[in-house]
């Protein structure tokens, strides 16, 4: 393969979480660093930056700042949920990407994001090689839903899921001072995979967590969720609960759709979903007469970088580096995914992998049916194998003044 | 003074906090390595431990387990909300401690918790001394809420602060990330005074953190505080509110009462509060058509450990410290505080201070209103030099398994 030689652009989609940033690092650091990529440009808010000739020139940065993206949450060059059309009837956008492409000779994408992110690229993808425009298009996944195929885990999941269980853990300590009764019911992220809601299981493992945690992989009965409720509560005065946004009963309706029957819906169609947390502990109340309280994770969950894994900043960092490698290689059309293999020394370790585009756009990975127990309401050991490798490492995020020291972009317009 | 031996009792009580096991931990330890404390018994849930005779020796917990107390949240010997009668009318209880500290020779009490549970130890210093029971009796102070009368700040708020400032902080990010509008609304508690929400001035001091900041030291003002938010939201698209769940209109009615007609009142005729953010971004929805989210720091402000103040660990345990020492040296009736000082290198230092257990029950704190700004919707810098002090230092707390290791103690019946 001859070397391609030219400016690269990379943005951020999608959701952000606590590790984003290290991608979009890893990414740019790299591409900074390798002399193939002329220029390093970041197009703000993801592709509309692309679309509204809104980009910066990330050499422009000071290398020392910039070095702080690695533990800033959420994204640094701005999000956003646009959806592409289908190039076949609509391609107005499309040859506008191509436009700004050539106005920047640019010959590296790197999209940083979730499925539908992967989607966009993909898009972006198969029509530049329709149109025999070189341009190496490469994929880094982000969302702390962790509902990407193929790879064995992505990065976010692994702080989201951190800071899931350890703030599982504070509220069971919390929740069982007082010797009154209490019902304590804590809301996860996940529309429809229940990764996150699994991550409770970890402190649950650690003998601090909740009693029952419930999935969108499996339907939801309220009846047995009372019940199970109940019975906690009767022998132990107290229960904790996690639940995912995503619950849903056995014809598919959302739990949250009868607490909120006009919930909005967003540019992807999907339903916005809360405030099931305050709906469940309604009705425990309602059945049962415990004191009830509900917690929604809601932002926190996502964007908490001072309780990031480093396990998952350091993946992350590598997932955008391996992007950039690998398309100065030669490679294209790609998502940068993780394998998980044995290390040296016996223990877990991640190995990078590649994978189609096509085929990691817009599937949904969710949690296997066998590693949720019989009675539907936690998670087995399995899950934990899988997830404890995952959350090793504290932050290695600077302070000041006893605060989290984030990056601060000058933000030289290209 | 002479020396009086005898055995000790240490209770908490109240909301938990971060660092109470702290404090706690420091009365234990010292308490366990002085020669006049012949044995140190630990009350179950506060009060109610001492009237059902529910004591543990904490002799018997294994030295090592035990100093985990220092970085594990909520109140490890469990906590109550009991509230004694006036002895005059109605002398019951008292006559049951009585007979209690007489069975195992208590000498020394200290209980350990926020307003009413300094009435509670008052009450039963007060009932000792007239009785002619020698009983050195000493207040160890926690609350969040910071509004305990005389010390400078009370142990457990600069650690909530830590966590909610750095909260804002991230959520502030994550909040901002898409080009759409959003307005993001942020619930801190306190009932009466707004300690806890001003800590989210220390994220707007570092530019990362809330747009408006609204107290219950002040009036709220609803047609204000749309009218504040839709300027700030025509502006920037964007607007973070952080709000005390205590705010009240000029009429002293809580915002929550209109949101929640039939609220809760605890024992002590307090009103149960929540749910203010989702009513207020309700509002703002309905009043600016903008997209809303109303996020509760609920339990997770008082408990989260893993982002507690190193500062306000060290001093909480210092208060424990001192409440025993000074027991021992001959002090009785007192509250162990803090007075803020000038150190040798010229920066904060915390000296601490006995405050007179009369003049602390039952009164509160609240912050100054000339350190709130003219319009009411945000702190000025003299609040920051009160508070960027006390959340320096990173929590030392231990992880197993990249989770925290919080205490198991075995809870040996004395």
């Known amino acids: ?49 692309v679309l509204d000739d809104d980009l910066i020139d990330m050499g422009k940065e000071d290398p020392e700042e910039l070095a702080l993206m690695k533990y800033t949450p959420s994204s640094a060059l701005g999000s956003c949920r646009y959806k592409l059309a289908d190039p076949d009837e609509d391609d107005t956008d499309y040859k506008r990407i191509l436009e700004i492409f050539k106005k920047y000779d640019v010959r590296y994408f790197f999209y ?39 790879t064995d885990h992505c990065p976010g999941f692994p702080s989201a899921a951190k800071y899931i269980a350890t703030s599982c853990m504070e509220v ?141 900043i350091d993946e992350s960092y590598a997932a955008g580096e391996a992007a950039v490698l690998n398309a100065v290689a030669g490679i294209t059309d790609k998502m940068v995914g993780y394998e998980r293999v044995t290390g040296p020394d016996g223990k877990y370790a991640m190995k990078i992998k590649l994978f189609d585009l096509a085929d990691v756009a817009n599937t949904e990975k969710k949690v296997p049916l066998d590693w949720i127990n019989e009675t539907g309401d936690g998670l087995n050991e399995k899950f934990i194998e899988y997830a404890l490798p995952l959350i090793q490492g504290e932050t290695k995020l600077t302070h000041e003044d006893g605060l989290p020291r984030f990056v601060n972009l000058k933000m030289v317009k290209a």
Chains 1, 2 share one sequence.
């Open 1 to 49: 393969m001859s070397e391609l030689k030219g400016a690269c652009i990379i943005g951020q989609s999608g959701g952000p979480s606590a590790v984003i940033n290290a991608s979009a690092y890893g990414a740019i650091k790299t591409a900074l660093d390798n002399p193939s990529v002329t220029r390093v440009l970041g197009a703000l808010h993801g592709i509309k930056g």
């Open 112 to 150: 940083n994001g979730g499925n539908d992110s992967m989607d966009t690229c993909n898009k972006i993808s198969k029509y530049m090689l329709k149109q025999g425009y070189e341009c190496r298009v490469m994929g880094i996944p982000k969302t702390i839903d962790n509902d990407l195929y193929g």
């Open 172 to 312: 069971y300590r919390d929740a069982r001072v007082y010797d009154t009764g209490m019902v304590t019911i804590i809301e996860c992220m996940g529309r429809h995979a229940g990764w996150l809601t699994a991550a409770a299981a970890l402190a649950s493992y650690k003998g601090n967590g909740p009693d029952l945690i419930y999935l969108p992989e499996t339907d939801f009965d309220m009846d047995k969720f009372i019940a199970s409720v109940q019975k906690i509560y009767n022998e132990q005065k107290k229960c904790i609960v996690a639940v995912s946004e995503g619950v849903h009963d056995s014809e598919g309706t959302f739990i949250t759709e009868y607490a909120n029957k006009n919930a909005a819906k967003d540019n992807f169609g999907h339903t916005q979903l809360g405030g099931l947390a305050a709906f469940l502990a309604a009705k425990v109340k309602e059945a049962t007469g415990a004191k009830v309280r509900g917690i929604e994770l809601s932002l926190l969950q996502r964007c908490a970088a001072h309780c990031a894994s480093q396990t998952d």
